[in-house]
T-cell receptor, first 116, second 112 residues
Framework: DTGVSQNPRHKITKRGQNVTFRCDPISEHNRLYWYRQTLGQGPEFLTYFQNEAQLEKSRLLSDRFSAERPKGSFSTLEIQRTEQGDSAMYLC??????????????FGPGTRLTVL | AQSVTQLGSHVSVSEGALVLLRCNYSSSVPPYLFWYVQYPNQGLQLLLKYTSAATLVKGINGFEAEFKKSETSFHLTKPSAHMSDAAEYFCVGGGATNKLIFGTGTLLAVQP
């Protein structure tokens, strides 16, 4: 069990640039979640996938954000035309879904984005 | 989905003292509740979760939490704090889609 991995771990970009993050979940986990954590706050839900289907998106996810999970394995989160307010830690989590709301989500180490 | 409120953004205890981190939830449906811990420069880790099987839930590293419906609370406790317990702790609510709703977190400091 290698855990959830995220790349890159840190990203510094200039305002207006596009960035893409990758998340590799624990193998055989069919659910994958993206959260965002700003300084001093708890993580906030952005979106989640079951296999390759994106089933829910938060209102936090503006049109500049897009997430994919093309083969039901790894996922990418792209932010277009970054703004300083996008600076945050982006967290990925995965779970094996048994249909139980208490299925454990396993979190990756996160990607810290800084927009200058 | 649940909403959760954590009382106290910073808690400081002496090594060996009782740890008590407070969390209250609000919901009109059966709650799904968790405590997660975030150690410095590490990812979030599940401490324990309430599954309705028992009101007293035991987790890792000696932590436990008691679900009290009458008080809508799910406070986290540990009888004796250790220096390695210094971290940020999140009370978390869940919903039918497994979307997690995090509290604002409590930063625990342990003094020698």
């Amino acid at each position: 069990d290698t855990g959830v991995s995220q790349n890159p771990r840190h990203k510094i970009t200039k305002r207006g640039q596009n960035v893409t993050f990758r998340c590799d979940p624990i193998s055989e986990h069919n659910r994958l979640y993206w959260y965002r954590q700003t300084l001093g706050q708890g993580p906030e839900f952005l979106t989640y996938f079951q296999n390759e289907a994106q089933l829910e998106k938060s209102r936090l996810l503006s049109d500049r954000f897009s997430a994919e999970r093309p083969k039901g394995s790894f996922s990418t989160l792209e932010i277009q035309r970054t703004e300083q307010g996008d600076s945050a830690m982006y967290l990925c989590a995965s779970s094996r879904t048994s249909g139980n709301p208490t299925d454990t989500q396993y979190f990756g180490p996160g990607t810290r984005l800084t927009v200058l | 989905a649940q909403s959760v409120t954590q009382l106290g953004s910073h808690v400081s205890v002496s090594e060996g003292a009782l740890v008590l981190l407070r969390c209250n939830y609000s919901s009109s449906v059966p709650p799904y509740l968790f405590w997660y811990v975030q150690y410095p420069n590490q990812g979030l880790q599940l401490l324990l979760k309430y599954t309705s099987a028992a009101t007293l839930v035991k987790g890792i590293n000696g932590f436990e939490a008691e679900f009290k419906k009458s008080e809508t609370s799910f406070h986290l406790t540990k009888p004796s704090a250790h220096m390695s317990d210094a971290a940020e702790y999140f009370c978390v609510g869940g919903g039918a889609t497994n979307k997690l709703i995090f509290g604002t977190g409590t930063l625990l400091a342990v003094q020698p």
